[in-house]
């Protein structure tokens, strides 16, 4: 089965201090993976994806990620961590399930991140 | 460039009351339409996908419908609500017949009492 794990419920960080917050995947085939960020009461934003190619990907506000083929892993990543970083993060990956439809994506639970000043 | 947008932004319903969220998409045709629902602040639900007018898929079965009467046109309904309906409601759009992206709408929040 098709399936995506964020380990950390949350992820607490100082301001200006690396972050990473953890994803790992379950697909077969290869995964296009995704990451979207969720403010309060708003809807997700698109951060990146991961289709092909390069290994880091880079996408909006200075975030990247890292595609780890070996340990199924595509976890988010910033260099330098800001207050207004605080969000909800969601992993996705596309449901390669045979004969499912287009595009449906399979999010993980996500993961709270705090960045505290 | 493509906007969705989403009404009502906010919606108290007593409970047995018939439920209608809109969505629509511009910028864009054909898009593939989705509507999740977001409990408890968290996990995310798809409840409907569509490829097209009229083609609805069914990912959660429950008291609620979507129906798509124009290319670009979103609704999610139900007869008579129940208070575990409440949630936070998202409509989301891709490019069809691609790897792409999922851009999502600003959400309806739904109180059922």
């Known amino acids: 089965a098709q399936s995506v794990a964020q380990p950390e419920d949350q992820v607490n960080v100082a301001e200006g201090n690396p972050l990473t917050v953890k994803c790992t995947y379950s697909v077969s085939g290869n995964p296009y993976l995704f990451w979207y960020v969720q403010y309060p009461n708003r809807g997700l934003q698109f951060l990146l994806k991961?289709?092909?190619?390069?290994?880091l990907v880079k996408g909006s506000y200075g975030f990247e990620a890292e595609f780890n083929k070996s340990q199924t892993s595509f976890h988010l990543k910033k260099p330098s961590a800001l207050v207004s970083d605080s969000a909800l993060y969601f992993c996705?990956?596309?449901?390669?399930?045979?004969?499912?439809?287009?595009?449906?994506?399979?999010f993980g639970t996500g993961t709270l991140l705090a960045v505290q000043p | 460039s493509q906007t969705i947008h989403q009404w009502p932004a906010t919606l108290v319903q007593p409970v047995g009351s018939p439920l209608s969220l809109e969505c629509t998409v511009e910028?864009?045709?054909?898009?593939?339409l989705y509507w999740y629902r977001q409990a408890a602040g968290r996990g995310l639900q798809l409840l409907f996908y569509?490829?097209?007018?009229?083609?609805i898929s069914s990912e959660v079965p429950q008291n609620l419908s979507a129906s798509r009467p124009q290319d670009r046109q979103f609704i999610l309904s139900s007869k008579k609500l129940l208070l575990s309906d409440s949630g936070f409601y998202l409509c989301?759009?891709?490019?069809?017949?691609?790897?792409?992206?999922?851009?999502f709408g600003p959400g309806t929040r739904l109180t059922v009492l």
């Open positions: 910028g864009t045709s054909n898009p593939n």
């Open positions: 991961y289709i092909t190619g390069d290994n």
């Open positions: 989301a759009w891709s490019f069809a017949y691609s790897t792409d992206t999922q851009y």
């Open positions: 569509s490829v097209g007018i009229g083609q």
């Open positions: 996705a990956v596309r449901d390669r399930t045979p004969g499912g439809a287009t595009n449906k994506l399979i």
